[in-house]
């Protein structure tokens, strides 16, 4: 089993940046790669980001250049910088992570972008 626990969301003005965390712990070993999805109301879970163990990443056209996933492996921690945010970024963000035991999701974090 692996755990995953998010925090670093809130609310932020049009053009601000925040930084969210996942920290993993649990069978940390069986991971191929952790990333971010998001959720907006009425709207279906799409992906944000991923990172695979070797560093590789992938990152949604919405976000590029705007967004940068990076992870700590001697936290066990993905981070996701998130900067000149948009309305449009308001969403549940949620940790993800797979590999040999399954697929895991965080509790999720709340971002809400005003204008």
């Known amino acids: 089993q692996v755990q995953l626990v998010e925090s670093g969301g809130g609310l932020v003005q049009v053009g601000g940046s925040l930084r969210l965390s996942c920290a993993a712990s649990?069978?940390?070993?069986?991971?191929?790669?952790m990333g971010w999805y998001r959720q907006a109301p009425g709207k279906q879970r799409e992906l944000v980001a991923t990172?695979?163990?070797?560093?590789?990443?992938n990152t949604a056209d919405s976000v590029k250049g705007r967004f940068t996933i990076s992870r700590d492996n001697a936290k066990n921690t993905v981070y996701l910088q998130m900067n000149t945010l948009k309305p449009e970024d308001t969403a549940v963000y949620y940790c993800?992570?797979?590999?040999?035991?399954?697929?895991?999701w965080g509790q999720g974090t709340q971002v809400t972008v005003s204008s």
């Open positions: 993800n992570a797979y590999g040999a035991l399954g697929v895991y």
């Open positions: 990172i695979s163990s070797l560093g590789g990443t």
């Open positions: 649990g069978s940390i070993f069986s991971i191929n790669a």
